[in-house]
């Protein structure tokens, strides 16, 4: 609360004794309005041209409402007098009625309004205190009541907002309590249990996460180490808290409920273990809903942890101040209508991203879908509207729900095209819509959104039984067993280390949804109650829950389940597992969609926690989607291929369709080899119907993803058609201010990258060029070969060039995985003892090695490097930098690491090795030298061998948005002479004795049908081998066409005019293009 406002407050509270008439009721709170807003009011309730003429206060004389609703002067104040001024001024305005905001006051209570329908409707009287004040003053500001909208959200609960600061705050100091407290531990188990599950964030620096950490707006002054963690779970509480109060108030808004606002029910009662309680029953607990016949909507346990923590008295007075402010905020908010932020939909999406800062979100995987995405994603479909009203879809990993509220709108805009009623309409978004997801905030999100979709028309059908079928549900390792399988009992685990539940139960119970509510509804009061498993089975066949015969058959798996229940119930961890259990199997009894869509999380196999790993690895290898090669990345599958399989494997229809927002490199890497083998089991297949590949534009605002939307579907023994349906995306030419066309690079256009996520699907197709491409593997033998994307026709034109190289392979630089050590400049030499002064470039790396450091080492250590893509042009080759490299071992094999030893000591190169020593720390903590080279000397590097000393080197880079290669050859070492480049790791290369081979195939790599192919079927930021897919031509010196192509080459790489060079170029383009030409026609006459 600010000064001024207290002093409002501390105004009224001091007169409020002495006054005696309405009049001086009136005068006395005028005087602490202006105070608290610090301007002038009108007094005079007749002129009605004040700035602040939405909100109409009716005063009355002290005490004359008796603290009754039903009292005649309350009556008179709301019906007589605030119904009749509402209605005149909406008429006057031209404004819908339900804006204004109408305050009754009697000096000792307070009581709120609106118009509905022609009729006014109160809220309870809440008597004078420092919060109703401020509620007040809060409407008064608002000037009308607010629209649920993102922004405005953000301001009023966003941590730049005193209230939602001031909560969390509160929240972080009673979370820190209670983790510091040595009594009862449900607390810190829940928290401990979120943290595992659902709080790691990875690949954030100590730098990243301060910056993080004090964009929260609130101090944790418990433990360091978890300080991240304790603010996001305080965030995510706080979020989750106000979601369920503004479902609450949408219920009710819409007539459904028996109260007109669960807030102001909520702020009129004094008692703070009464407020406690009403929160426990009304909200964490769902009362408030399941009485409107809105089951199952809050069924989470872990952010309803304030309430324990409430039972500290200190912590109780704090919290309860809290949220009566936050509950006061919110009273001035509008339900009945959501109106759109912008143009998005999806409100607490929104709010999400400005609570959680970017970098955070991103270390959590969490990119939520821009709303033309989502539009788009759902229109692959193809559906009509017969289809429509009749599908079944599935977002298996929903987030906030985006995908639901677009499928949501085009079955609701289908039913009514049909002619169908409220009712027939909700029962059918309820059954055909479904949202999985394994984090319980993202459950609440969706729900809350999925019940602002649909609250109008359930305002129509008072009095439904309605059950959101949003699930806590995980879409990779889930207890749905296989639509053939014919195992007779279901396991699956449960939670984190911490509670590690291992439920045993019968499939048939799974299977049999409505009998496993009813068996859960009973063991968790039983749980409650403290029983033991015994009388539980003796209940639920007196209940008639389960027959006898049931009970005995199912009692050893039921009972080991309620065990483990029972057990954790006894270290406090009450009235959550039951809930939890019931959530995941009932994604068990979903059963088949027609459609799968959504945007499944980009994390890396290895950011994810272990605990996971561990459980999900069998179901993850029992669809063999990891890469045959080893160091290929396999183990860094993104999470989002394993989804994929998983989804359509236990809920996706034969012959539904699959549309997925994926990364585009699954189609290309080769760490998705296993992925597109498409093999979903014995005798499903995953077949892919198109790709829309966005991958040049930058479709999230905070990520620079290579995007793609893929259309799959499921069929026995099914065989994919190539050519395959691809589009590639690109944005429209960008100008100038007088129309004319910007330049890139290479003269090439600037094109439009980033979109507005804020666009609609109709607005983003105006701002691109979609291009038709068809994919093809690039090879008939390799089952998941990678795909080349290429224009139609080109490649069945060129398909003879495609294939294994059988005389040159592409090799990859040296990896050092510390190039502030290894890369450095030479700044004095000393040729009598052949040794030089270097100095490191501790820049190089995200290791903090510390300033610069000169050290005087043996000049025979070194090597000329070639770095990076900045040092080639086509068929040139200038360093940006003369930068040199030490190679302490020749190979990765034993005999050579031994001669490396050997060769660097106290006795043999001392420099180089006291060098080495001191940054001995860094290298021994290198990831490939831990994880590769264990026994190595602790100098040793990677990827390195006879071919790395070749005179001739034919190199490219790795990561290039235009191929280039040139010839690389020998520099100068000061000190010691000439020498052989060395190529970094970002560069790959093929190793030559002579010269004109390497010219020679330097000159066809500048061929626009080979460049062609290359790019075709590489990831952009992965240009690896590219001769293992490409067969080209071996140089014959014999051949005139050959030694003048080579001749050529070597031409362009001693020119050092750019401009003469580029003609050269040009003729060597020619050149090559009609010598790849004769061959393919060669080829193909073969072949015939």
């Known amino acids: 609360m600010d000064t001024n406002t207290k002093k409002g407050y501390d105004l009224i509270n001091r007169r409020c004794k002495q006054w005696v008439n309405e009049e001086e009721v009136r005068h006395v709170w005028m005087k602490g309005l202006e105070e608290a807003l610090q301007i002038d009011l009108d007094a005079e309730r007749a002129k009605r041209d004040s700035s602040y003429n939405n909100v109409i206060i009716e005063f009355k004389g002290p005490g004359l409402f008796k603290g009754n609703e039903t009292s005649p002067k309350f009556i008179e104040a709301t019906e007589g007098r605030l119904l009749k001024y509402i209605q005149r001024l909406a008429a006057e305005q031209g404004m819908d009625e ?46 009308f009541r607010r629209a649920i909208t993102s922004e405005n959200l953000a301001e009023d609960f966003g941590h730049l907002s005193t209230t939602g600061r001031e909560f969390m705050q509160v929240l972080s100091d009673a979370l820190e309590d209670a983790l510091g407290q040595s009594g009862n531990r449900k607390i810190k188990m829940l928290f401990e249990e979120w943290a595992t599950l659902y709080g790691q964030a990875a690949d954030l620096s100590i730098q990243q996460r301060k910056k993080i950490s004090g ?15 304790a603010k996001l779970f305080v965030t995510h509480t706080f979020h989750s808290l106000l979601m369920k109060l503004i479902a609450a108030e949408i219920v009710a808004a819409h007539g459904m409920a028996s109260s007109a606002s669960l807030i102001h029910e909520l702020l009129a009662i004094d008692n703070n273990e009464a407020l406690i309680a009403a929160l426990r029953a009304d909200v964490e607990h769902g009362g408030f809903f399941n009485a409107v016949g809105l089951h199952g909507f809050v069924e989470e346990a872990i952010f309803s942890w304030y309430l324990d923590a409430a039972s500290k008295r200190t912590v109780r007075s704090s919290l309860c101040l809290a949220i009566r402010t936050l509950l006061a905020q919110l009273s001035v908010y509008r339900f009945d209508t959501i109106k759109k932020a912008g143009r998005s939909r999806d409100v607490l999406r929104d709010f999400y991203q400005d609570l959680v800062p970017e970098g955070l979100r991103k270390s959590l995987g969490e990119f939520y879908t821009p709303d033309w995405l989502v539009e788009h994603a759902v229109a692959k479909l193809g559906y009509n509207d017969a289809k429509w009203l009749a599908a079944r879809l599935l977002d298996p990993t929903c987030g906030s729900g985006s995908f639901l509220l677009e499928a949501i709108e085009q079955k609701r805009r289908a039913a009514l095209a049909a002619g169908w009623n409220a009712d027939r309409t909700v029962e059918m978004l309820t059954t055909t819509i479904w949202g999985f997801d394994l984090n319980p905030l993202a459950v609440q999100s969706s729900r809350v959104n999925f019940l602002i979709a649909i609250a109008d028309l359930l305002q129509q059908c008072k009095g439904k039984d309605v059950e959101i079928p949003v699930l806590l549900a995980d879409a990779v390792y889930s207890p749905a067993p296989p639509p053939d399988g014919d195992q007779t009992v279901i396991e699956y685990s449960i939670g984190s280390e911490h509670a590690n539940l291992q439920v045993v139960l019968p499939t048939e119970l799974v299977r049999d949804r409505v009998l496993l509510d009813q068996v859960f509804q009973l063991m968790g009061m039983e749980v409650e109650n403290d029983t033991e498993y015994p009388a539980v089975a003796k209940e639920m066949i007196k209940s008639g829950v389960l027959s006898k015969a049931q009970s005995d058959e199912w009692q050893v798996h039921l009972k080991e389940t309620y065990d483990q229940v029972l057990a954790l119930h006894r270290q406090n961890w009450n009235g959550i597992w039951f809930r939890i259990v019931r959530n995941f199997f009932w994604s068990a009894t979903a059963g088949q969609f027609d459609a799968i869509v959504g945007n499944p999380p980009w994390v890396r196999w290895s950011n994810l926690p272990e605990a996971y790993r561990n459980r999900a690895k069998p179901t993850c290898e029992k669809y063999a989607i990891f890469s045959d090669t080893k160091f ?3 183990n860094e599958l993104d999470i989002s291929a ?11 229809v034969e012959g539904g369709r699959l549309v997925f927002i994926i990364t585009q490199t699954v189609f290309q890497s080769p760490s998705s080899q296993g992925f597109r083998r498409f093999r979903i089991n014995v005798t499903d297949r995953l077949v892919p119907l198109s790709v829309d590949d966005m991958k040049d534009l930058k479709p999230f605002p905070d990520a620079a993803n290579k995007t793609a939307v893929a259309m ?11 050519p395959l349906d691809y589009r590639v995306w690109f944005g429209k030419p960008k100008s100038d201010s007088a129309g004319n066309p910007k330049k890139g690079r290479g003269g090439l256009p600037q094109r439009l990258k980033a979109i507005d996520p804020r666009l609609h699907r109709s607005d983003v197709l105006g701002l691109v060029d979609v291009i038709q491409m068809e994919a093809n593997p690039v090879s008939d033998t390799m089952e998941g070969a990678p795909w080349a994307v290429m224009k139609p026709g080109h490649f069945a034109a060129y398909k003879s060039l ?32 052949k040794t030089v002064k270097i100095r490191t470039r501790p820049q190089e790396g995200k290791t903090d090695l510390g300033k610069p450091r000169d050290f005087w080492v043996e000049a025979d250590s070194l090597y000329p490097l070639a770095k990076g893509a900045g040092d080639l042009h086509p068929c040139y080759f200038l360093p940006e930098n003369n930068l040199y490299t030490f190679v302490p071992n020749k190979g990765i094999n034993r005999a050579s690491l031994d001669i490396a030893a050997v060769s660097y000591s106290t006795h043999t190169n001392p420099k180089t090795f006291n060098f ?127 030694t003048d192509l080579a001749n050529l080459v070597k031409q362009a790489h001693g020119e050092h005019d750019a401009e003469i060079r580029s003609r050269t170029v040009i003729k060597v383009r020619n050149s090559a293009a009609k010598l790849i030409e004769e061959e393919i026609m060669q080829r193909n006459q073969s072949i015939c």
């Open 642 to 652: 394993m989804i994929t399989y998983t989804t359509a494997d236990k809920w996706l």
């Open 632 to 634: 290929h990345g396999g």
């Open 712 to 722: 799959f579907t499921k069929k026995i023994q099914g065989v994919t058609a190539y």
């Open 916 to 1042: 080495f020593k001191a940054y001995e720390f860094f290298l021994e903590s290198r990831s490939t030298f831990r994880t590769r080279m264990k026994g190595a000397p602790f100098f040793s590097i990677y990827n390195v061998g006879d071919y790395t000393f070749s005179p001739y080197k034919v190199v490219w880079a790795e990561m290039t948005g235009d191929f280039a290669a040139a010839v690389v050859a020998s520099g100068v070492v000061p000190g010691y002479g000439s020498r052989v480049y060395v190529p970094d790791h970002k560069l790959y290369f093929a190793d030559f004795k002579e010269p004109e081979p390497a010219y020679f195939l330097c000159g066809l790599l500048h061929s626009e049908i080979v460049k062609e192919m290359i790019e075709a079927h590489n990831v952009a930021t992965n240009m690896g081998d590219i001769f293992k897919h490409v067969s080209l031509p071996l140089f014959d010196p014999l051949n005139s066409a050959h």
């Open 215 to 229: 964009s929260l707006g609130f101090d944790f002054n418990g433990p360091a180490y978890i300080d991240l963690p």
């Open 802 to 833: 495609f294939g294994p190289s059988t005389w040159v392979n592409g090799r990859k630089g040296i990896t050092t995985d510390l190039n502030g050590v290894y890369f450095v400049e030479v700044i004095d030499s000393n040729s009598a003892d």
């Open 98 to 143: 339900k804006d204004y905001i109408g305050i009754a006051i009697d000096g000792d209570h307070v009581g709120f309004a609106q118009v509905q329908e022609g009729k006014i409707i109160h809220q309870p009287l809440m008597p004078f205190s420092i919060i109703t004040f401020q509620m007040v003053v809060d409407a008064l500001k608002a000037n």
